[in-house]
């Protein structure tokens, strides 16, 4: 008898709870708070059983046949390189070697654009920084209208900001994983700030310091320092990154890197990417550089961009 009255009042109870669930779901404004605390959820216990900095992409550190640097050629919108020659480079050698790339470069022309006051806007402001390096008027709003379409987007892909790049402006963009310091400093010393996505401890938007995807922008670097410059929308404009450290953060996200260019810039960026020119020849590099053969889902991309 007990048991039988202990059966009705469960049975009640799963009806109200379901007639409950269902009252929820029915109403888009409560049922889009739901689903975003279940997402919020499931990501903490993802974090919990699989902490995202045991990366399990370890490139090597050089690539052979590294292009050596070309000259771009001149535009009205290029901006100032800043280049401090290596004094060996002065000196005449009867060997034939590469050209060497120099020593420090800094690219100078982007208009500085943080992501605070916004919901995970690293990725707008990031591609809006590379772009102004271009002369591109536009800032972070423009980008972020088109890359998080509603307020609690919380990723942004690699893909989408090239596709935005080459769909709404007179630019063009493209994406290649499995690079290196030396491709980083090709680029750069060549005219062509890369931007980079890497995995930081920062602090999320609970307060909390935690592992989380970030975007930023590289225009610079000093060997005698060991660093790239960075343009940074979390921290700061001029932020130093040391090599190690952006190896370490960089490899999470498959060393990818994004490049911005003119459509009459398209034939001298090909020639200093070399190997990296062709996306299938790149992605036959990324596999080369793999430790392990399978690559899994991040779910922690969504954290933070």
Not at 79 to 85: A, G, Q, R, S
Not at 189 to 208: C, H, Q, S, T, W
Not at 267 to 290: E, K, Q
Request: hydrophobic share 40%; aromatic share 12%; proline share 7%.
């Amino acid at each position: 008898m007990m048991r039988t009255k202990l059966a009705k009042i469960f049975l009640a109870l799963l009806i109200v709870f379901s007639l409950l669930v269902i009252a929820v779901f029915s109403i888009p404004g409560l049922r889009s708070r739901v689903l975003w605390r279940i997402d919020d959820l499931r990501i903490k216990v993802d974090y919990a059983l699989n902490p995202p900095e045991e990366a399990v992409f370890v490139p090597k550190e050089a690539i052979n046949n590294t292009p050596a640097p070309i000259n771009s050629p001149t535009s009205t919108l290029q901006p100032t390189i800043t280049i401090t020659p290596d004094p060996e480079q002065l000196t005449p050698t009867p060997t034939l070697e590469p050209t060497s790339l120099p020593s420090a470069v800094k690219l100078d022309g982007i208009k500085y654009q943080d992501q605070h006051g916004l919901w995970n806007y690293c990725a707008p402001a990031n591609l809006a920084m590379q772009l102004s390096y271009w002369g591109w008027e536009g800032d972070r709003y423009d980008t972020g209208s088109i890359l998080k379409p509603f307020e609690k987007d919380k990723n942004v892909m690699p893909y989408e900001m090239v596709d935005f790049v080459n769909e709404n402006t007179d630019y063009l963009a493209i994406s290649r994983s499995g690079g290196t310091l030396e491709i980083l400093k090709t680029l750069i010393a060549n005219g062509f700030p890369v931007l980079v996505e890497k995995g930081v401890y920062i602090r999320d938007m609970n307060g909390k310091i935690s592992w989380m995807g970030h975007y930023a922008v590289l225009n610079g670097y000093d060997d005698s320092k060991s660093e790239f410059l960075s343009q940074d929308s979390y921290f700061r404009p001029d932020f130093p990154v040391k090599y190690d450290d952006l190896l370490q953060e960089w490899r999470s996200f498959n060393h990818v890197f994004i490049v911005i260019f003119s459509p009459e810039q398209e034939l001298t960026l090909f020639n200093v990417l070399g190997d990296y020119a062709d996306d299938h020849n790149a992605d036959l590099l990324l596999s080369s550089h793999l430790d392990m053969v399978h690559l899994s889902w991040d779910p922690f991309r969504v954290l933070q961009k």
